[in-house]
């Protein structure tokens, strides 16, 4: 779609309002079909996506194969980048760990509204008040990194997470695809992982692969936020204090080490309820009352079920006596019998009187067999231990 100003001006103009709303990355690539789609595929066709079926259906891959299926008049995408770091936490030795990006509102509706501004900036410059164009926040078919280094952000780390080369990579992605031409940034040129494998060193549960994929299904991320039913248990003692995300594999990586910088955007601060969370904060969580508790937050997406969930397991790693009480209350009373499922397995992790006899009395009355092995096996890891403590000298 043409228009009377110079692309070229309101290019520049564009990037310098995008950075005014709040973005620290601005840049701009063309529709054109992505060029490693086949990565894609072959990770679907792996079943690393575990259970995000959204990812694979038909009509998701066609429109990823090209944009212009989303949008055929575009010309342009903008491509904008948010830091969402957030200052130095008080942390307690008791706290639950949060990814950074959830701890303060929640980046889909902040990010948006910020590209509707920006939209209507770019509709008042160029008069066309119906402009046709897409706003994407990890809500739509695009392959958003590969979107980023083509619009010159940075490149895609052997975390998968794309990295600035001086700013890190905590960021937000989000992107505008437009029915008008701006001048296109050269892709970003370089691959400055080099020789380093700290991040695949670091991962608890070594889901990151070789190819700059990863196994979702191992993923502390995907067990904490996407998986709805059971977290396999071989995983749980891997994913420590993790009770929503994970950054590990950020906060090793030396571009973030060296060069990453808190946010002042007020709105990824951390929120009242987020600033310094605790498993028995997560584990109290009322059926009825929760989500006004949490509302404006990304936790929202793991639902009550999942929260108390990984909490337990958070609380079963932390091994703390003052856990038990908690624990014990959710595997006598909580009406999810995977939620059920889980503080058996955290109080099979802390051992103690307490938790054997809160076990044995949910074996009484538990009337789902899922929840019943799990009671089960976390009483024989008691006697186990019990066995071998005896036959010690």
């Known amino acids: 779609m043409s228009v009377s100003v110079d692309p070229v001006e309101l290019t520049d103009r564009v990037k310098r309002e995008a950075r005014r709303l709040g973005f620290d990355l601005v840049g701009v690539t063309d529709p054109e079909p992505p060029p490693h789609l086949d990565v894609f595929e072959r ?166 692969l070789p190819n700059r994929t990863l196994d979702a299904t191992r993923c502390i991320s995907y067990l904490t936020i996407e998986l709805k039913g059971a977290i396999p248990a071989e995983l749980r003692s891997s994913m420590g204090d993790w009770v929503f995300g994970c950054d590990v594999c950020q906060e090793v990586c030396p571009w973030n080490v060296r060069f990453s910088r808190p946010t002042r955007d007020p709105a990824f601060q951390p929120t009242p309820a987020l600033a310094n969370p605790r498993p028995q904060d997560f584990l109290n969580l009322h059926p009825t009352g929760w989500r006004a508790r949490l509302r404006g937050t990304t936790l929202l997406r793991a639902k009550r079920t999942g929260l108390v969930r990984n909490a337990s397991v958070v609380a079963g790693n932390r091994a703390s006596q003052e856990m038990v009480q908690p624990l014990a209350a959710v595997l006598g009373g909580d009406p999810d019998p995977v939620v059920r499922a889980h503080a058996a397995w955290g109080l099979g992790r802390i051992g103690g009187s307490g938790a054997r006899k809160a076990l044995l009395e949910a074996q009484t009355s538990e009337q789902d067999p899922e929840a019943l092995i799990e009671i089960a096996t976390a009483l024989r890891a008691l006697e186990d231990a019990a066995n071998e403590r005896a036959r010690s000298p």
């Open 43 to 208: 990770w679907l066709e792996a079943g690393r996506h575990g259970e995000m079926d959204y990812l694979s259906t038909e009509r998701s891959l066609r429109r990823r194969a090209d944009p212009r299926r989303i949008l055929p008049e575009c010309e342009s995408i903008l491509v904008v980048g948010a830091n969402c770091l957030p200052g130095p936490a008080q942390n307690r030795d008791d706290s639950a760990r949060i990814a950074a990006y959830a701890r303060g509102e929640d980046y889909h509706a902040v990010l948006v509204e910020r590209l509707r501004r920006l939209v209507a900036f770019i509709q008042e410059q160029t008069g066309l008040k119906d402009l046709p164009h897409r706003i994407y926040t990890d809500t739509g078919p695009l392959l958003e990194r590969e979107l980023a280094q083509r619009a010159g952000l940075g490149w895609i780390g052997k975390n998968t997470c794309l990295i600035n080369p001086t700013r890190g990579s905590h960021f937000l992605l989000a992107e505008v695809m437009l029915a008008i031409r701006l001048v296109p940034d050269s892709p970003y040129p370089a691959d400055r992982c080099g020789s380093c494998t700290r991040c695949i060193a670091a991962c608890p549960t070594e889901c990151i």
